[in-house]
């Protein structure tokens, strides 16, 4: 089973509707992220937490928001989706313990086109 | 604010020869990864550089950081076709000390041709 999973992997919506994205870690790390990847942009940081009790804004963030549930579990959400929002999702996670400290380790993806 | 440029954009090289990558950031930081992601995947990590004078070797790939200059090269030796994916290098956005915003560079399309 993959460490770090994200759901849906695809999604299509229209212009104006609310969609979360949903990622989850068995790697038992603290801290999680969100990314958006666009062409020719490298990948953008959307929030993080360290822990359940703190989140903060990344780059960003205007448009989002997010969702610490668990240890486990961060959830980002689109609360009224535009077509600039269309692009590529990575959740990422990462510890601050062992030989590849502060290493982030990303989640498949997640494709969302705005129509 | 910290920004960060690698180059070249696009490489297409033939199997066997050698060549370089660059990641230069604007302010200082003292830890630096490498990153690789095949088409329609995600990342996965190559390399953590965690001081001034870092080198780390993996395969064909070694990856090298003067924090000085700000820069860090990602070296690739007798490229294979396998090596064909988009390279980031990724900062982090502090300096003693993580804070674990990373901040990426826009990404190496590497293409070895046979």
């Known amino acids: 089973d993959a460490d770090v999973t994200q759901t849906p992997r695809n999604r299509i919506t229209k212009t104006g509707k609310r969609i979360m994205l949903e990622c989850s870690q068995t790697k038992g790390h603290d801290r999680m992220y969100w990314y958006r990847q666009d062409p020719g942009l490298g990948l953008r940081l959307i929030y993080y937490?360290?822990?359940?009790?703190?989140?903060n804004k990344g780059e960003i963030s205007d448009g989002y928001s997010v969702s610490r549930q668990a240890q486990a579990k961060f959830s980002l959400s689109l609360e009224s989706a535009i077509p600039n929002q269309t692009a590529l999702y990575f959740c990422?996670?990462?510890?601050?313990?062992?030989?590849?400290?502060?290493?982030?380790?990303f989640g498949p993806g997640t494709r969302l086109t705005v129509l | 604010e910290l920004k960060v440029e690698q180059n070249p954009l696009f490489l297409s090289m033939q199997e066997g020869k050698n060549y370089t990558i660059y990641c230069n950031y604007s302010t200082t930081s003292d830890r630096l990864y490498w990153y690789r992601q095949d088409p329609g995947k995600s990342l996965e990590s190559l390399f953590v550089?965690?001081?001034?004078?870092a080198v780390k070797q993996e395969g064909r790939l070694m990856a090298s950081l003067d924090t000085k200059a700000r820069l860090s090269t990602l070296h690739i030796t007798a490229a294979v076709h396998d090596l064909s994916a988009t390279y980031f290098c990724?900062?982090?956005?502090?300096?003693?000390?993580?804070?674990?915003?990373?901040?990426f560079g826009t990404g190496t399309l590497l293409a070895v041709q046979p």
């Open positions: 990422a996670t990462s510890d601050t313990s062992g030989g590849q400290k502060d290493t982030q380790y």
């Open positions: 550089l965690l001081s001034n004078g």
């Open positions: 990724a900062v982090d956005d502090g300096y003693g000390g993580a804070t674990n915003k990373l901040i």
């Open positions: 937490s360290f822990d359940v009790k703190d989140i």
